[in-house]
Antibody, heavy 119, light 107 residues
Framework: QVQLQESGPGLVKPSETLSLTCTVSGTSISGFYWTWIRQSPGKGLECIGYIYSTGKTYYNPSLKSRVTMSVDTSKSHFSLRLNSVTAADTAFYYC?????????????WGQGALVTVSS | DIQLTQSPSSLSASVGDRVTITCRASQSISGYLNWYQQKPGKAPNLLIYAASNLQSGVPSRFSGSGSGTEFTLTISSLQPEDFATYYCQESYSFPWTFGQGTKVEIK
């Protein structure tokens, strides 16, 4: 079955870079849009952006200046980097598979990774 | 960005009750509206896509309707495993915003 698993440090210092990787199994990386979504008590669920299997990226304008996403199809994983983090970036970070056909939906999600920004 | 407003923010209901949750969009989004269920400590799970289409594997007691700016999620007969938080999400325009959530609690 399709599984996604986030991995990365759970604690990041202010002004540093948050880095997460999502490992995908049970499905091809090709043909889907691989998405990062975060959830915090203050801002709820927020789409950070997504990357297609070709490497084409789309970032939320509110985060665009700080976000970089990449994909490694040979390793079936994709990654998120968010730089210059502050306490406001503390959240659960989810990776999800996006299907963008006639409609856009997120049908498989990772379990989520809590990232805390604190010194 | 499109704003989605869910009502109510929370509700208390009993097993067997019919439950309706509303999601209103700040502009017309045609039928580009999805619904997710989230249980504590878990990721959201897709229930309904494109306003009224039941995702594979989701029980038929869940249904969705609406278009334009007003949408509803209905649970026809609430079951114990349905106590959770429900989110709407528009897929009309990136960055695809979510509603603030509706928590369904046991009465």
């Amino acid at each position: 079955q399709v599984q996604l698993q986030e991995s990365g440090p759970g604690l990041v210092k202010p002004s540093e870079t948050l880095s997460l990787t999502c490992t995908v199994s049970g499905t091809s990386i090709s043909g889907f849009y691989w998405t990062w979504i975060r959830q915090s008590p203050g801002k709820g669920l927020e789409c950070i952006g997504y990357i297609y299997s070709t490497g084409k990226t789309y970032y939320n304008p509110s985060l665009k200046s700080r976000v970089t996403m990449s994909v490694d199809t040979s390793k079936s994983h994709f990654s998120l980097r968010l730089n210059s983090v502050t306490a406001a970036d503390t959240a659960f970070y989810y990776c999800a598979r996006g299907s963008f056909g006639a409609v856009t939906l997120f049908d498989y999600w990772g379990q989520g990774a809590l990232v805390t920004v604190s010194s | 960005d499109i704003q989605l407003t869910q009502s109510p923010s929370s509700l208390s209901a009993s097993v067997g009750d019919r439950v309706t949750i509303t999601c209103r969009a700040s502009q017309s989004i045609s039928g580009y509206l999805n619904w997710y269920q989230q249980k504590p400590g878990k990721a959201p799970n897709l229930l309904i896509y494109a306003a009224s289409n039941l995702q594979s594997g989701v029980p038929s007691r869940f249904s969705g309707s609406g278009s334009g700016t007003e949408f509803t999620l209905t649970i026809s007969s609430l079951q114990p495993e349905d106590f959770a938080t429900y989110y709407c999400q528009e897929s009309y325009s990136f960055p695809w915003t979510f509603g603030q959530g509706t928590k369904v609690e046991i009465k």
